[in-house]
């Protein structure tokens, strides 16, 4: 069985920053790469940072150098994070966690909220 729960979103100003937090229980998330996803309103899911099993990282060019990904793992389970830093109005999304790529583990999160302001 796996669950996934995503936490730490929220209402942040341009320039602000959060941190997101993933919890992923089930081996498939430890033995996998894990993502982060944002999906905008009737647009598709977006990976945007990944963070390889034993390490390795990849962000999408519209975050590199603003956001930071890392990932905590135990016998059956994950912790990942999503450290955001100068977050534009146009953050406004849900961010959801998943293994990559997403076929691998079709079960999503309720995902979490970030909404920008200016």
């Known amino acids: 069985q796996v669950q996934l729960v995503e936490s730490g979103g929220g209402l942040v100003q341009a320039g602000g920053s959060l941190r997101l937090s993933c919890a992923a229980s089930?081996?498939?998330?430890?033995?996998?790469?894990m993502g982060w996803y944002r999906k905008d309103p009737g647009k598709q899911r977006e990976l945007v940072a990944t963070?390889?099993?034993?390490?390795?990282?990849?962000?999408a060019d519209s975050v590199k150098g603003r956001f930071t990904i890392s990932r905590d793992n135990a016998k059956d389970s994950v912790r990942m994070y999503l450290q955001m830093n100068n977050l534009q109005p146009d953050a406004t999304t849900v961010y959801y966690c998943?293994?990559?790529?997403?076929?691998?583990?079709?079960?999503w999160g309720q995902g979490t909220q970030v909404t920008g302001s200016s």
């Open positions: 998943n293994v990559v790529p997403s076929s691998r583990q079709p079960y």
């Open positions: 089930g081996i498939i998330f430890r033995l996998n790469s």
């Open positions: 963070v390889a099993r034993y390490g390795s990282i990849t962000y």
